[in-house]
């Protein structure tokens, strides 16, 4: 199944702005690849566990950024991440133009610092480490869902 490559992110939002976001992360096909819920309470599984790990690493990549309450469900993320300074110039703004300049960001073209390049880069290490363990391409985390809080 190939993801929603539609964009519910606000046009013209400067995503490197500091402030609180909520964002959710969904799994391909919200398939419960990340555990299982088991009297009331999440159980991570292996996976779940390479998911969290990954995003309590978020600000070893992105120093500007701090993660505030998150929970790992088993096919979701939910969480508050806190952008605390510009890591860069760069306005990072979503639009659908073909027009692309260095300080603007398009499908595609991410912005350094940037809210979406955060969970651009996380999306993609889990899905590359839990790629290896199960030997195979297919996307495991697909669209997020971006808030402000």
Not at 40 to 57: D, M, R, S, T, Y
Not at 113 to 133: C, D, F, H, Q, W
């Amino acid at each position: 199944m190939k993801c929603n490559r539609h964009s519910i992110r606000l046009k013209d939002y400067d995503y490197t702005t500091p402030w609180w976001y909520y964002v959710t992360i969904c799994t391909d096909d919200h398939k419960l690849t990340f555990g299982k819920i088991k009297n009331g309470k999440v159980e991570l599984n292996h996976l779940g566990k390479i998911a969290n790990e990954c995003w309590q690493n978020i600000p070893e990549h992105f120093p500007q950024t701090v993660l505030d309450y998150y929970i790992i469900m088993p096919n979701h993320i939910h969480g508050i991440t806190v952008i605390n300074s510009r890591g860069t110039t760069c306005r990072a703004l979503t639009t659908t133009n073909l027009h692309y300049t260095n300080n603007e960001e398009s499908f595609g073209k991410p912005v350094k610092g940037s809210l979406p390049m955060i969970l651009r880069s996380y999306k993609a290490a889990v899905t590359k480490r839990i790629n290896e363990i199960k030997k195979t391409d297919r996307g495991i985390v697909c669209k997020e869902i971006i808030s402000n809080v």
